[in-house]
């Protein structure tokens, strides 16, 4: 009996270990959601000079970038689904 409150108590632990882990990936993709955001802004106010200059061209590779790793996260999602709906229908 008390191997098996030791495998419940050790089975809880690592399901909000995976809960804590789901809630930072989210922040942090909100964050990254935000960062793009902002760099938007500031592009759109930019002038045509300053859209050229040197600072310009890296604001817009910052939001290239930022998009890129919005898109990877995104994917990264998506295939897990996808995984979790295979697995269920091989379940079933």
């Known amino acids: 009996m ?10 809880n632990e690592e399901i909000e270990k995976l809960e804590r882990k789901r809630e930072n990936d989210l922040a942090k993709k909100s964050e990254s959601i935000k960062n793009l955001e902002r760099d938007l802004n500031k592009l759109i ?3 045509v000079h300053e859209f050229m200059t ?3 061209i890296k ?3 910052d939001i290239i970038s930022g ?6 996260d995104q ?3 998506i ?3 996808e995984n979790k709906i295979i ?3 091989e379940k079933i």
């Open 45 to 47: 106010n930019y002038t």
């Open 67 to 72: 998009l890129f790793n919005i898109v990877k």
């Open 2 to 11: 008390e191997d098996l409150k030791l495998i419940r108590n050790m089975l």
């Open 59 to 61: 604001k817009q590779k």
């Open 87 to 89: 697995e269920s229908k």
């Open 79 to 81: 295939i897990n689904l």
């Open 54 to 56: 040197g600072y310009g």
């Open 75 to 77: 994917n990264s999602k």
